[in-house]
């Protein structure tokens, strides 16, 4: 059996069906970009997120620079050149390029030895008089942490940027015990729907969610050349959402509950029969949106093995992340000699498996087999 790590729910023929009548109407309408469908999805969005003003653009990874440049953050928004980001130092490239881009420094943080997120504590002891913001990724689908971040960020007059490009439709209960989606717990929250997120397009989309609508209208400005009423008002980027995307989009939230529903579904399935065993599982947070499933093995040598014999057996993994930001070539001369030993483990020893709501029961069933199997075999291996 073949098991690729990631197949989209786009491809499902009901959705083919049902995506290109509405993408036949988008054609004859002739309006291509920034224009009803798009609208209608921001509305969408905002209605999932509490109501916060939402702001469609190009991709994630420009929603996370949009984000920064509209809170004023960096030397390219009106902030200051020493200005500080603090952020994982095990997560996605995009989060430490959108710093530097927007003219301001990355500060990179450590992940907790038995989690990929970094903890408050470490947050705390990288802060400066120069820190002007943290950005929270909630890597892998995994919301843990936004309250007490928030919290912190409020008390210390700190932004707090929330990174839900994995963890949309992921929540995190207030104090109440209430359940609150993740990318409400920060001033600002840049998302991606590239195809593998729990959102995805047929292509590169993204958008961002304000607490304050003033940043939301520089966020508006921004995507568009800083062009309102006849004038620019700002210089800014070419940062739109196209409408295909957003006709697409607004039919995949159709099924967007159900989605993150069955992935946490697949996820249960997948630690109920692994616990216990040799490979140690992500931890089962509250509100998980399980957009990967990633384990760890106790060494890089296990790990290797590990993924060989699933590849051997047809089931595709990846290495998310093969290194930490600060051990890229690109990066490297940010790195202020902090010990991130926790995050260079993560990327020598964890792997991500194939979970994903198209994954059908059959197929999980062999994947627990198989994975089952090799990590007996790991056991065998020198530690
Ligand atoms: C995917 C991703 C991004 C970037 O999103 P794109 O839409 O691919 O530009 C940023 N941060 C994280 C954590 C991501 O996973």
Known sequence: MKIPLFRSAASAEPTVARVTRAWADVLRSGVYVLGPQVRAFEDRLSAMLQGRQTVAVGSGSEALLLAFKSLGIGSAAGGNAEDEVLLPAYTFVACAEAVLAAGARPVFVDSAAFDFLPPLAHFRAARTPRTRAILAVGLFGDPTGLPELSAYCEGEGLYLVEDVAQCLG????????????????????????????????????????????????RARLLRNHGWRDGTHLCLGHNSRMDELQACLLLAALDDFPAAIARRRAIAARYRAAWSGGPIRMPLDAEGHAWNYFVVALSTRLGRDAFAAQLAANGIDTRIYYEKPLHRHEALRAWHDGRTLANSDRHSACSLALPLYPMLEDHEIDYVIEVVREAAEATRRLPT
């Open 170 to 217: 992921a929540n995190v209960p207030d104090i109440e015990g209430l359940a609150r989606p993740a990318g409400t717990w920060g001033d600002a929250a840049a998302m991606s729907f590239y195809p593998t997120k729990t959102l995805g397009a047929a292509g590169d989309a993204g958008a961002l969610a304000f607490r304050d609508p003033r940043h939301a209208e």
